[in-house]
Antibody, heavy 114, light 115 residues
Framework: EVQLVESGGGLIQPGGSLRLSCAASGFTVSSNYMNWVRQAPGKGLEWVSI???????YYADSVKGRFTISRDNSKNTLYLQMDSLRAEDTAFYYC????????WGQGTLVTVSS | DIVMTQSPDSLAVSLGERATINCKSS????????????LAWYQQKPGQPPKLLIY???TRESGVPDRFSGSGSGTDFTLTISSLQAEDVAVYYC???????????FGQGTKLEIK
């Protein structure tokens, strides 16, 4: 059974850093396109980043230069390193598999506030 | 970036009646080399992550009831629920996955309620 479990969210001050994890089971992360998608509370969906099976990475303009997507093949886990966080980064962060996004995790909440 | 615009923003339909949600892209998401529309529909219920319903504009994901159907091509797309059930109350999003380099934009969402 395919499962995605995010962790690492929390309350962080503006300018701070946080690393999100997405532990996968039931499939191999490195063989799939993997994404991060976020949703501000009560708002719509925003695609954040993708890592291709070959390792290429892409980002939304809103996070380029501040966020880094990566994976650990030995742990079958996807990551999102978030630096220079801003209030507008406050959202639920979901990891999602493939393209289009056929499996999603339950999400982890990141709150950027002083 | 490709802008996805859904209409209406909210919709109230009686149980058993048809619900129709529209999605328009600012440029075509039809890839001519394979004649596929890079358009997906998702359903999100309160407190849950989104769920993939439809991809390639009209292909139902495994396990999705056949009352859900997708249609359209190029820039104009429709999600239809043929006979609304109580469990279909949700927000529905369209998404294009055509962009190169990737900028996989979503529509703003349509909230579907029971009348």
């Amino acid at each position: 059974e395919v499962q995605l479990v995010e962790s690492g969210g929390g309350l962080i001050q503006p300018g701070g850093s946080l690393r999100l994890s997405c532990a996968a089971s039931g499939f191999t992360v490195s063989s799939n396109y993997m994404n991060w998608v976020r949703q501000a509370p009560g708002k719509g969906l925003e695609w954040v980043s993708i890592i291709y099976s070959g390792g290429s990475t892409y980002y939304a303009d809103s996070v380029k230069g501040r966020f880094t997507i990566s994976r650990d093949n030995s742990k079958n886990t996807l990551y999102l390193q978030m630096d220079s966080l801003r209030a507008e980064d406050t959202a639920f962060y979901y990891c999602a598999r493939s393209l289009p996004f056929d499996y999603w995790g339950q999400g982890t909440l990141v709150t950027v506030s002083s | 970036d490709i802008v996805m615009t859904q209409s209406p923003d909210s919709l109230a339909v009686s149980l058993g009646e048809r619900a129709t949600i529209n999605c328009k892209s600012s440029q075509s998401v039809l890839y001519s080399s394979n004649n596929k529309n890079y358009l997906a529909w998702y359903q999100q219920k309160p407190g849950q992550p989104p769920k993939l319903l439809i991809y390639w504009a009209s292909t139902r994901e495994s396990g999705v009831p056949d009352r859900f159907s997708g249609s359209g091509s190029g820039t104009d797309f429709t999600l239809t629920i043929s006979s609304l059930q109580a469990e279909d109350v949700a927000v529905y999003y369209c998404q294009q996955y055509y962009s190169t380099p990737p900028r996989y934009t979503f529509g703003q969402g349509t909230k579907l309620e029971i009348k």
